[in-house]
Every structure is written in structure tokens, then in C-alpha cells.
């Protein structure tokens, strides 16, 4: 089985947050932190563009 990276361009993930607080959010392996909103009992993150593999980093 091959796995092929896909492109993500301009999403919102969106997680339920529990009343947890956020101190950063990034795709790692680069750090590059993303803009969030809390809204609803969710967190909305943007993910402006990714290609390959990433992996979303959220600290609490």
C-alpha cells in the first residue's frame, strides 16, 4: 500500500474545547502557529495551507 500526501488549502478544523484554554496551536514540524476562535463550545482553527505531512500541535 502507498500512502500519497494530500494538499490542505484554507480549512477549518473544528474541535469541541471542554473549557480547556489554548496557550498555542501550530503545524509542526515548521511551528508555524495557526489562528483559532473559540466559539460555541468549539475551537475553530484555520489551516491556511499545508502540503505533505504535518502534524497539528495543540498546548494547553
Do not use: C
Not at 41 to 47: F, L
Amino acid at each position: 500500500m502507498i500512502e500519497e500526501p494530500i494538499e490542505l488549502d484554507n480549512i477549518t478544523l473544528s474541535l469541541r474545547h471542554d473549557d480547556r484554554n489554548f496557550k498555542n496551536i501550530y503545524l509542526a514540524p515548521k511551528k508555524e502557529r495557526l489562528s483559532y476562535t473559540l466559539k460555541g463550545g468549539y475551537v475553530h482553527i484555520n489551516i491556511p495551507k499545508s502540503k505533505g505531512y504535518s502534524l497539528l500541535v495543540i498546548e494547553e
